[in-house]
């Protein structure tokens, strides 16, 4: 399976975001070519500011797993992380993040790119056209 094969995952939940009326991001945490956790934003539905589906995903993963540490997973998120759930993915150590859209307002790499952990590998623009639409329109209906 492919990188775009899962952001299409991550994007399907980031339209069920969307519908929900959440910011609509996805994420999907892939261990060994299999899915092992999904998630999208929740901040609304749950009142928490900190319901990122980054950080839906990471905790949903290190449970599956039984560790804190994602050292062999990628995760997939339709948005580039904010500086919090960078944090997160640098304090789980994964292995690889695949980014679709980027953030130009609240992007982590807008802040300082060095925030992933030295041994994640980045990988960006994967799908980044479909999910900077999906955000486009998200907030235009906001607008109007």
């Keep these: 399976m492919t990188d775009t094969y899962f952001m299409e995952i991550a994007l399907g939940l980031a339209e069920e ?17 299999r899915i092992i956790a999904k998630a999208r934003n929740q901040t609304e539905r749950l009142n928490d500011v900190t319901a990122h589906a980054e950080l839906v995903a990471i905790t949903a993963a290190a449970n599956y797993l039984g560790g804190k540490y ?7 998120v339709t948005l ?7 944090g997160a993915l640098f304090w789980a150590q994964v292995g690889r ?11 982590y790499s807008r802040v300082t790119p ?3 952990h030295p041994k994640t ?7 980044a056209d479909e999910s900077q639409t999906l955000l486009a329109k998200f907030f235009q209906r906001l607008r109007t």
């Design 114 to 116: 060095s925030l992933l």
């Design 80 to 86: 580039e992380p904010c500086v919090m759930c960078a």
């Design 97 to 107: 993040l695949v980014v679709g859209a980027p953030d130009s307002k609240r992007g």
């Design 17 to 33: 975001a969307a519908e929900d009326g959440e910011i609509p991001v996805g994420a999907v945490v892939v261990c060994r070519n």
């Design 121 to 127: 590998r980045l990988e960006t623009g994967v799908l």
């Design 70 to 76: 994602l050292v062999d997973c990628t995760l997939y």
